[in-house]
Each structure stands twice: as structure tokens, then as C-alpha cells.
């Protein structure tokens, strides 16, 4: 059968068995009413140390929560200066304002849409924030990742790390979630590990941040009736936990796939305007987003073409952080040299997903080769 058409995402692809497998599991946990919390939690939690190599996994509700359960853990508090990149999601901005601290937007570099080490110590020097979210985007992870960590913690500034859309990806052979500080990951369903609904993780290797993080998640709780903190109710639901937990036996050939198809397209379209990106040496990717760059001027053409040909597309993001009309009365000063807006006018995504076929890839990237 010859394609016509390719989702931008798809969320259907199984493993034979997994559907049978999450429903007879579901079916369990209702007969024993494990709803929330339950032994399915820590089993998912041991797993998820395991396979990100962090000591501590902390299911919580979501992504956000996470960061914000984080920036808590650390210790930020009303009125701290936060740094964030001016290129991510959303999330990583409100997250700041939602405990009360300051967001100050730093730009990113342009060519590998991240942070760097020059303008973060810039940054630093200017605004002597209390902490700062570093974030890894695509799939990637910062390449100045180990330099960022190391000057952050000579200058006393507290560094989280937003992973929602790395899990897997390792910097030097070695996992982002496992290496961190603290680290927090989304399972919202469209990422590398999903869910069937909301829900996120925070992972660190040390012990206080842990049982600190444990509190926050559940009500500020020290004992069922005792509370010791404001909290949040931010805790993993057993049927989440479940299907996360089913997911991760099938984690290294969801990631292969992914993998191989950003590959794909990095070979099958070479030398034309349109250029595909991959993560820096240092870095090995989990193919969350195949990400490429454009002429701002000719993205629009290409997109039509996409459309005609029935091909979902991405533009993550398509506005940096600073200029989102929701950060008006919250950004407490920024660093901005128009590269973050310039990545947002100039990044193009093509489909990827876990079993994407070589028949999609092709038909996307014919498409691409024709239009030029
Ligand atoms: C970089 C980044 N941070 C935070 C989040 C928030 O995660 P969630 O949607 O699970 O709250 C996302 C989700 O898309 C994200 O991509």
C-alpha cells in the first residue's frame, strides 16, 4: 500500500501485547482499589532509577509540577531570581511564577538553540540569581551541559534541570536524569516515555532533595495528618504508574526507532536549504523531535508543500518566552540577542514518533527534496 499522508505524531503504535497487558493490569489494580499509591508507584520508581541511572525517581501529576516541586526542593522561594532559557516550553517560565520567584529569560545560542556557557556565566554575573533551569530540548541535551553544572555550582547558584523532553538522552555516555542535581522529566503522552494521561517525575541522587521532594508531592506531609510544608497534591496515579511501567520494557526499541528516524532524515536530506539538525557529538539524542532550520522567509512555502502532501509539521517553539504576551508583569529582566526569536521564526520539525516506517520517512523527505 503507497502512503499518502504522515501524522506529525502518532500515539498508537504498540508493541503486540501491550494494550492486553495495560488493560489486565488496570483490570488487577480495580479489583484491589489501588487508585493512588499502591506498590505499582515504587515499582515504577525503582524502574525509572534504574533505567535513568538516578538514585531517586519521584513520580509526581506532570511536568510542571515537577519543575516546580524542584525549584521548592532547592529552596527557592518569593521574590528569587530564576534564570530560564529563552527558548522552551511554556511550562519552564510559569513554573517559576507559580512558586512565587522571578523569571529572568537568557538567551540561547543560535546554532545549537541552547544554552552556553559564556552568556550563562554573563547572566550570572548580571542578575545573581538564587537558581536556574537549564533545558534540553528536542531531545538533545545542552552541549554545555558539564560546564554549566560545574560553574553553577562555584557560583552558588542552584541549577535544575528541565529533562520533560530528554529521557534517554546521555551527554558524554552519561544519562542527563541520572546527573543532575535535580532533574524532571513529563510523561504527557506525545513524549519519548508517555503515558495515557498527565503525569511527570523529578530524579536526583540525593537524599535530602529526595525526601524533600516526597513532601512536597504529597500535601507538605511528615505524617498522614501532619503537614510540615505547603505542598501540592501532585501525586502519580496507579493506572499511570502502570502503563509507565509496562512502557519501560519496551523503552530501548522505542528509542532505536526514534533514533534511526532522525538519522533518516539527516542523510536523505543533505544540501538543500532546508537542514536537518542533529545533537552535538558530545551528546547522544533520544530522537524526541527531528528538528530542522530554515530561511524564516521560505518556511511558509514549505509548510504549504508539507500540508498538500497530507505531512504533519512542528514549530517548536514559535515564540521565544520573553515575548509571550502571559509574561508581561513577570520577567524580571532578560539577556536577548534575538537568537531565540530568530530559532522560533526558523526551526521546522518533521514527523517522528517510536515505529515510524522507512516508508514514511521516505514519503516526508521526497516531499522536502521535491519542493526545493
Ligand atoms: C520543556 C518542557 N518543560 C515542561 C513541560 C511540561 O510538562 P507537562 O506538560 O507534563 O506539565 C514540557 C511539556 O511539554 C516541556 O516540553
Not at 48 to 53: M, N, P
Not at 205 to 215: A, F, G, K, M, P
Not at 240 to 249: G, Q
Request: one cysteine or more; charged letters at 20%; hydrophobic letters at 45%.
Amino acid at each position: 500500500m503507497s502512503i499518502s499522508q504522515v501524522p506529525f505524531i502518532t500515539l498508537n503504535r504498540f508493541e503486540p501485547g501491550f494494550k492486553e497487558n495495560f488493560l489486565s493490569g488496570v483490570a488487577s489494580l480495580f479489583e484491589k482499589t489501588q487508585f493512588v499509591g499502591g506498590p505499582i508507584v515504587g515499582e515504577l520508581e525503582a524502574e525509572l532509577a534504574k533505567v535513568s541511572g538516578a538514585k531517586y525517581a519521584i513520580g509526581c501529576a506532570n511536568g510542571t509540577d515537577a519543575i516546580q516541586i524542584a525549584l521548592r526542593a532547592v529552596g527557592v522561594d518569593k521574590n528569587d531570581k530564576v534564570l530560564v532559557p529563552d527558548m522552551t516550553f511554556w511550562a519552564t517560565f510559569e513554573a517559576v511564577v507559580n512558586v512565587g520567584a522571578n523569571p529572568i529569560t537568557v538567551d540561547v545560542n543560535r546554532q545549537t538553540c541552547h544554552w552556553d556557557i559564556s552568556t550563562f556565566k554573563a547572566a550570572v554575573a548580571e542578575f545573581k540569581p538564587k537558581a536556574a533551569i537549564m533545558v534540553h530540548l528536542y531531545g538533545w541535551a545542552c552541549p554545555d551541559t558539564l560546564e554549566i553544572r560545574k560553574f553553577a555550582k562555584e557560583a552558588n547558584v542552584l541549577l535544575i534541570e528541565d529533562g520533560a523532553q530528554c529521557f534517554g538522552t546521555k551527554i558524554n555516555g552519561e544519562s542527563i536524569l541520572g546527573s543532575a542535581l535535580i532533574a524532571t522529566t513529563s510523561f504527557y503522552p506525545a513524549k519519548v516515555l508517555g503515558a495515557s494521561g498527565d503525569a511527570g517525575a523529578i530524579f536526583t541522587n540525593d537524599e535530602l532533595l529526595n525526601q524533600t521532594s516526597r513532601i512536597l508531592i504529597n500535601h507538605g506531609r511528615t505524617d498522614h495528618y501532619s503537614h510540615g510544608m505547603i505542598g501540592w497534591n501532585s501525586r502519580i496515579g496507579a493506572y499511570e504508574s502502570l502503563f509507565l511501567k509496562l512502557s519501560l520494557e519496551h523503552i530501548a526499541s522505542r528509542l532505536e526507532s526514534r533514533r534511526a528516524a532522525v538519522k533518516f532524515y539527516a542523510e536523505a536530506l543533505q544540501g538543500l536549504p532546508f537542514k536537518p539538525l542533529l545533537a552535538a557529538n558530545q551528546v547522544w539524542e533520544n530522537g524526541y523531535c527531528a528538528v530542522g532550520m530554515i530561511d524564516p522567509a521560505l518556511r511558509p512555502g514549505l509548510i504549504d508543500s508539507l500540508k498538500k502532501a497530507s505531512i504533519g509539521h512542528g514549530t517548536i517553539y514559535p515564540g521565544a518566552m520573553s515575548l509571550q504576551s502571559g509574561a508581561k508583569g513577570h520577567l524580571a529582566g532578560s539577556i536577548d540577542f534575538g537568537n531565540a526569536h530568530y530559532v522560533s521564526q526558523a526551526v521546522l520539525n518533521l514527523p517522528s514518533f517510536a515505529y515510524i516506517t522507512n516508508e514514511e520517512l521516505d514519503y516526508v523527505s521526497q516531499c522536502v527534496r521535491k519542493h526545493f
